[in-house]
């Protein structure tokens, strides 16, 4: 998906600002110096609007997904209802409202690209592969392999690139597949010999770069990144961009050192979803400058998203020991902790970096109101959900948190003060009117509750818990 770059939150800490080199200090200009700064400014200038841009479309994105999340959850409820009814089994039967196999195929996608956002590419796997196991073809394909790449999956990346062939995918695409595929592997001669061989198209300039890029050829590179910008590939135009950005960062600073260059474009290459090349170039700068802390950061980000939590602990520890007071470090290590199940740790330096600033504030409260749940902390869980309720584009996921939490917790009044606003909010929502029906039961309301209850059923009628509850009272 926004293939990924990611790392929508990587985008927001590090990714948008200058890297300066390690060391460097301003002073004042020199005649030559300004003379540089104002052509420096015609390159800034178009380099942070198309940050700006990415950053927006990518907001963009998030918002959109997120606001479909209920809907589509929904929509799996009433396909499941629907697939498990009589006759659409081995009989005959056929069901009155017969379910779709292209909703099914739509909803595993989003699904999907909503965990792949998240981070999550364990379960964005999982739903990959059901939308190709219920006839997505081509475009389910491709957001699978971008998930087994993303977990260095390779024999299975290996399957689904044949699978992408016996359908006919276009060639360019499965060139640049199996480019990426040999580079990740340091099969770098079967990469020269793929693109050698291959016809002229912005995944082949694209491919070479990325050779050109690992192999410290940078005029070879940045000739390959103009030609995928001139190219016809709108995806790889954003990619191309994003890593002549780093070769532009690099010139506003004509003395740093060459690992400077070398951390900047590894940022970029996490930047478009290639970690695994990535994290050799930041192996030699971490071993020629053992306190560069960009270069830490990176390299953690890239083990973490690549499945590596303990490597990642490690790097970042190294990164917080240089820079203990920065937010971002302090959330990733939270991240970090949290999937290595240290729950306390990872909601004490996400409680750090909430503190410190670090933003979109609503990512680190989702993110420690799970680790606070886990840690068995109910009130700081609580806290973070009431606050999350409040943003604008707050799911019926975290209004039903608040509420349990809220019971949880004894603050049974304000569950039933949050339950209301859920259906307002959502007034066609079951969910909302079980929560309703749950937190008027739980205040002693039981007309209310049954009330509630039953009109939860009839929009939803496979709402489980509003059955049982509406049969106690």
Not at 360 to 377: F, M, N, S, T, Y
Not at 426 to 454: F, N, Q, Y
Request: charged fraction near 25%; glycine fraction near 6%; include cysteine.
């Amino acid at each position: 998906m926004r293939r990924f770059f990611l790392t929508l939150l990587f985008t927001f800490f590090t990714l948008s600002r200058p890297l300066y080199p390690i060391g460097f200090s301003p002073s004042p200009p020199s005649p030559a110096i300004l003379s540089l700064m104002k052509l420096s400014a015609r390159i800034i200038v178009p380099i942070t609007a198309a940050f700006l841009l990415a950053a927006g479309v990518l907001g963009f994105a998030w918002w959109q997904l997120s606001l479909t999340q209920e809907s589509l959850q929904q929509r799996v409820r009433t396909l499941t209802e629907q697939l498990d009814r009589p006759g659409n089994g081995s009989g005959t039967t056929v069901a009155d409202d017969p379910v779709d196999s292209g909703d099914i195929v739509l909803v595993h996608l989003r699904q999907g690209d909503l965990l792949a956002l998240q981070g999550d590419w364990i379960t964005a796997e999982r739903e990959y592969q059901a939308s190709v196991d219920s006839g997505g073809g081509i475009p389910a394909l491709r957001k699978l392999i971008q998930a087994q790449m993303q977990r260095r999956e390779i024999d299975k990346v290996k399957l689904t690139l044949q699978e992408l062939r016996r359908l006919g995918a276009r060639s360019e695409d499965l060139l640049l597949l199996e480019t990426i595929v040999a580079l990740r592997t340091g099969e770098v001669v079967r990469a020269q010999k793929l693109l050698a061989d291959a016809a002229d198209s912005p995944q082949r300039h694209y491919g070479a770069a990325l050779l050109a890029i690992i192999e410290e050829k940078h005029d070879d590179a940045k000739k390959e990144l103009l030609a995928t910008q001139n190219g016809w590939d709108p995806t790889l135009r954003a990619y191309a961009r994003t890593l002549q950005a780093a070769y532009d960062e690099f010139a506003l600073f004509p003395e740093s050192r060459p690992i400077h260059l070398t951390t900047l474009l590894a940022r970029a290459l996490a930047q478009v979803q290639e970690c695994e090349l990535a994290l050799p170039l930041l192996g030699r700068v971490v071993a020629e400058q053992d306190d560069y802390r960009d270069a830490w950061t990176v390299q953690g980000y890239c083990e973490l998203t690549t499945e590596r939590a303990p490597e990642a602990l490690l790097s970042f520890e190294k990164a917080y020991a240089i820079d203990p007071e920065k937010p971002e470090i302090q959330y990733f290590l939270g991240r970090t902790y949290a999937v290595l199940g240290q729950w306390k740790n990872a909601a004490t330096f996400l409680q750090y970096a909430l503190v410190n600033g670090f933003e979109p504030k609503k990512e680190v409260r989702r993110r420690l109101a799970d680790a606070a749940e886990k840690a068995g902390d109910p009130l700081l869980a609580l806290e973070q959900y009431i606050n999350l309720i409040t943003e604008p584009d707050a799911d019926i996921g975290i209004f039903e948190k608040t509420v349990t939490f809220a019971i949880q917790t004894n603050k049974k009044e304000d569950a039933y003060q949050f339950a209301q606003s859920a259906v307002k909010k959502w007034p066609d929502s079951g969910k909302a009117h079980e929560l309703l029906g749950i937190s008027a039961a739980e205040t002693d309301r039981k007309d209310e509750a049954k009330a509630a209850l039953e009109k939860a059923l009839r929009l939803d009628p496979s709402l489980t818990v509003a059955r049982e509850r509406l049969k106690s009272l």
